[in-house]
């Protein structure tokens, strides 16, 4: 067995003390060939092997670019020994088909993704700056019904995950406008199933929920008579003494919508609507805070939130990153500070915000004028 199959094996070797820890993230060889790395459950893991097989030097870019015959599934293990089986059945593919695999890589035989050439610009999200709110509630409207048609054509519910702050009152305004009574202008909340991004480790009654928030301003206003009453997932408040327990009682709500019939490594949202804070936060994923690194968790707990209150839960980054459409909602002169850095400063690039931009252009800003003066970064008047 030569250097590099060695390396791939060493590789595999590391992680099998994980394999049976998360029930929900196994990951099993198969030997169909797939398109690039980015589009694989276990894309990272990948991505490592790609270069233990073919070399550390080889760029991302190129070995996306050469589609690899491996893809790493994600299987719902449960038991020791399956798993112990399926981590043997894994080394025993790459030992087998080392030579393939190198091959492969090497000869790039097959064609390579779009956009994956060394090069290639990077997509961009869309920010859109709009003279008024209520031009912005009208354009977000649109934008969210669209969401909500796509979705419905692939599956039987409507996945979205809010924050709160000002956000339910835009949400309010958009979603609760008197529409042309056209199937393709209608908000059938009946098939929504709605989550939080993030919440305050705080009861639903009280004024720091984000449930709250979202009640008063949408929900309770909701005509159900016409659009049909949406599914709120609000967390367990029997569990507001220990925020991890919290954390994972949510991550298992998630399971259970987004895992109930096949094992996912991330649950794919249909939409997120966030906001962002004047620090650049979104979520409750706050500047240079540790769980900013967290690259397996779907629900994160944080008990030392720099904006009160202290403790909350919050989406993971990778989870954000995961969604169909991620859309922002930032308003108002007190916001055009934080939004030129996060589209105009490299220091931007690093804030919570800016790393959500990363996820290209799937992300959507809307915006006001004021929260965009000074702004250089190219500004779409409408969608």
Request: aromatic letters at 8%; one cysteine or more.
């Amino acid at each position: 067995m030569n250097y590099t199959c060695r390396g791939a094996l060493a590789c595999l070797a590391k992680r099998k003390d994980r394999m049976h820890h998360d029930a929900r993230r196994h990951a099993q060889v198969d030997t169909h060939t797939v398109p690039a790395a980015t589009h694989n459950v276990m894309g990272r893991f990948h991505m490592q092997l790609a270069r233990k097989l073919c070399g550390r030097n080889q760029p991302s870019h190129a070995l996306r670019s050469k589609n690899i015959a491996v893809n790493f599934r994600v299987w719902p293990l449960t038991e020791h020994w399956t798993n112990l089986w399926k981590f043997k059945e894994t080394v025993r593919f790459v030992t087998n088909h080392h030579s393939k695999l190198v091959e492969a890589l090497n000869a790039g035989t097959t064609k390579p993704k779009k956009g994956a050439q060394t090069g290639a610009m990077p997509a961009q999200p869309h920010l859109y700056s709009f003279p008024t709110t209520d031009a912005l509630a009208s354009s977000l409207r649109r934008y969210i019904i669209h969401a909500q048609n796509h979705a419905l054509q692939h599956h039987t519910a409507f996945r979205v995950a809010v924050s709160g702050g000002s956000l339910p009152k835009t949400l309010a305004k958009a979603l609760l406008a008197q529409g042309n009574q056209t199937p393709e202008d209608t908000v059938r909340f009946s098939s929504w199933d709605i989550f939080f991004a993030d919440e305050r480790v705080v009861p639903l009654e009280h004024a720091d929920s984000n449930y709250k928030v979202l009640k008063e301003e949408l929900l309770d206003k909701i005509p159900t008579d016409k659009l049909g009453k949406p599914t709120v997932h609000v967390i367990d408040t029997a569990l507001l003494d220990d925020p991890q327990d919290l954390a994972d009682e949510y991550e298992q709500k998630l399971v259970k919508i987004f895992a109930a019939k096949d094992s996912v490594k991330l649950p794919l949202f249909d939409l997120l609507l966030l906001g962002s804070g004047p620090d650049g936060h979104t979520c409750s994923l706050f500047p240079g805070h540790p769980l900013l690194r967290e690259t397996t968790g779907w629900v994160l707990p944080i008990e030392d939130s720099p904006k009160p209150p202290p403790k909350r839960i919050t989406l993971s980054l990778p989870v954000v990153h995961a969604a169909t459409r991620i859309a922002f909602v930032s308003t108002g002169a007190g916001k055009k500070d934080i939004i030129k850095q996060i589209f105009d400063e490299d220091s931007g690039r690093e804030l919570p915000c800016g790393l959500v931009n990363q996820s290209g252009d799937k992300v959507s800003w809307f915006c006001d004028a004021p929260a965009t003066e000074g702004v250089s970064f190219p500004k779409k008047s409408s969608l």
